[in-house]
């Protein structure tokens, strides 16, 4: 059940939905643009929940993030912070469990886990929202369109909207009547 933590760097994760039963995939970034988010003394950032998404059941994929509230093309919705563990540690204690479905793999010897909702978006080529990460403490969420109300937030896994590379499980899309389409 657990996720390998080799390959993509900083942009694979497997998670295994407990709820639904299905396996997800989720990813968090590879771009960086340090230094965004607000700083304060010792260095810490300040994260407040967002009230802009919610989890729930996602067809065909187990959990997926969606809108609560409209979102407008370019707000940053979600910023979450980051754990990290040595590879070491993750063997240890946490592969093959469900937390460590929702690791990814890190720079270097590190294996990470995105708080928030950010293991939990789902992929997409076609995505309405993109990752950044913020340094190496944080992930931001930006949107690439406008999202309405109780759409489905999604980002592509392979760090780049537009990509298009071959991903290592059926991607799930919905047609345009909203179908989901494997």
């Known amino acids: 059940m657990g996720c390998s933590v080799a390959g993509w760097g900083r942009a694979m994760a497997q998670s295994m939905d407990p709820v639904a039963g299905s396996t997800a995939m989720v990813a968090v ?57 040595t590879r070491e540690e993750y063997a240890k204690g946490v592969d093959g469990t469900i937390l460590g479905s929702y690791c990814f793999a890190w720079e270097g010897d590190r294996v990470a886990l995105a708080l928030g909702y950010g293991s939990i978006y789902n992929h997409s080529y076609r995505p309405n929202a993109r990752y950044d990460d913020i340094g190496d403490r944080a992930k931001e969420f930006t ?14 896994y392979n760090g780049k909207p537009r990509s298009r590379a071959k991903v290592w499980f059926d991607v799930v899309e919905p047609d345009e009547a909203g179908k989901v389409e494997a």
């Open 29 to 85: 970034g590879s771009s960086s643009r340090a230094g965004r988010g607000r700083r304060f003394e010792g260095g810490g950032m300040a994260f407040a929940q967002s009230d802009a998404v919610e989890v729930k059941r996602a067809p065909g994929k187990g959990r997926g993030v969606f809108a609560r509230r409209a979102i407008r093309k370019g707000e940053v919705f979600e910023r979450v912070p980051i754990l990290f563990l």
């Open 143 to 156: 949107a690439l369109r406008a999202i309405e109300p109780g759409e489905e937030i999604t980002i592509n």
